[in-house]
C-alpha cells in the first residue's frame, strides 16, 4: 500500500527514503467498505482522499433528494469536496465507496505542514491540482459541445475500466441523462 | 501595473522588493485591442495571462463553426488553454479579448524558473490552480443541478459586473442556451 503512494509521488518528483517518511507520517490509512460514506452533505470535510484501491463518486443531492453525479475516483486519483476542504466549511456535496476502497487521508493541517516541510510535496500538489483543473476544463467543454452520446463515448475512450465498474444509474447521472436514455446509448450499458 | 500583479500575489505570499523584481523579470506586458486573438484553435499557446485590466473570454468552436463560450476571464484573473499550455500542445480553445485588455504574460519556461528560482511562487500558484479547481467543480455542478435560469441567477449573484461588461450573445452561449432562452431569463438581458 505505501509503495502504490510512493510510485504516485516519484512520477512527478523523487523522493528519499527519508523523505517518503516524512511524507507517510502526515497520511492516516482508512479502510472503508462499499457504500460507506466519507462524509455526508452538510458534514465537516476532514480529509482529502489518495485512493489506494476501490473507486469514490462524488455525489450532490438536490433539494428534491435527486442525486447528482459530480465524479468518480479509483486508483491514484484524489478526492475530496475542495471547496469544503480548502475553506474548511461544510460540505456541498457527498463522497461514497462503490467498493470496499483503501485510502490515504490528509487532513488541511498535515497538507500544510507538509508542503512548508518538504517544498517540492508543493511542486507535487501543484502538478496535481493543474492537472484538475484541466480535467474540469475538458468537462465543462463536453457539457457545452456534446450531446450525452458523445459525453459517454468520450467517457468509454478515456476510462474504459471505469464503465465495467460503475452501476449504470450512476453512470447516467454522470453523463446528465436518464437510465433509459443510456440504455440506448451503446452496446455495454 | 506592476502594482496591480504585486498585490494580487501579496493577497497569498508576501514579498521583497527584491523578490518581486525577481517575479516581475519572468514575465512580459501586452496590451491587446478588443477583439484580438491571444490565440486560435490549433496555433501553440505559448503564455499564460494574467488580466491587469480588460476582459478574456476562452472559445470553443465546434465542427459545425459555432461558438461555445468555456469561461471568461476579468481582473485579477489567470486564463490560458491550460491543457495545451501544460502539455505544449495545440490550442484546443481560441481566447479572445472581449475589450482592450492590459496583460502579464507567462512562458511554461518562465513558470517553472519562477517556481525553482522562489519556491514560495510554487506556493502561489498551487493555491490559484486549487481555487480554480474548485470553481470548476462549482461549474459542472451546476450543469448538473441547475436550470439555465439557475445558472442566469447564480452568476448574476457571484460576478454581476461581468453581466454588464458581456455580449448577451456570448453569456447565452455561457450558459448553455439560445440568445432567445437568455432574453426571458431576466430584466437585464
Redesign the interface.
Given at each position: 500500500m505505501q509503495e502504490k503512494l510512493r510510485q504516485h509521488i516519484e512520477k512527478i518528483i523523487p523522493l528519499s527514503d527519508e523523505e517518503f517518511a516524512f511524507v507517510l507520517s502526515h497520511f492516516t490509512v482508512k479502510q472503508a467498505k462499499k457504500k460507506t460514506f466519507l462524509f455526508r452533505m452538510g458534514e465537516s470535510v476532514r480529509y482529502s482522499y489518495f485512493v489506494v484501491s476501490g473507486l469514490l463518486t462524488l455525489i450532490?443531492h438536490?433539494d428534491t433528494g435527486k442525486q447528482?453525479?459530480?465524479?468518480f475516483a479509483m486508483e491514484d486519483w484524489w478526492e475530496s469536496?475542495?471547496?469544503a476542504y480548502?475553506s474548511q466549511t461544510a460540505a456541498?456535496?457527498s463522497l461514497q465507496c462503490l467498493e470496499n476502497t483503501e485510502l490515504y487521508c490528509l487532513t488541511l493541517q498535515d497538507y500544510r505542514k507538509l508542503?512548508s516541510g518538504l517544498?517540492k510535496m508543493?511542486?507535487f500538489?501543484?502538478q496535481k491540482?493543474?492537472?484538475?483543473?484541466?480535467g474540469?476544463?475538458?468537462?465543462?467543454?463536453s457539457?457545452?459541445?456534446s450531446n450525452a452520446k458523445e459525453r459517454y463515448e468520450q467517457l468509454l475512450q478515456r476510462y474504459p475500466a471505469l464503465l465495467q465498474r460503475v452501476p449504470k444509474t450512476l453512470l447516467a447521472?454522470y453523463l446528465?441523462v436518464s437510465r433509459e436514455t443510456l440504455s440506448r446509448l451503446g452496446p455495454s450499458s
Open positions: 450532490y438536490d447528482h453525479i459530480v465524479s469536496d475542495y471547496q480548502f456541498g456535496m508542503c517544498p508543493e511542486h500538489f501543484l491540482a493543474n492537472a484538475g483543473h484541466v474540469s476544463q475538458r468537462r465543462i467543454l457539457f457545452l459541445t447521472s446528465g
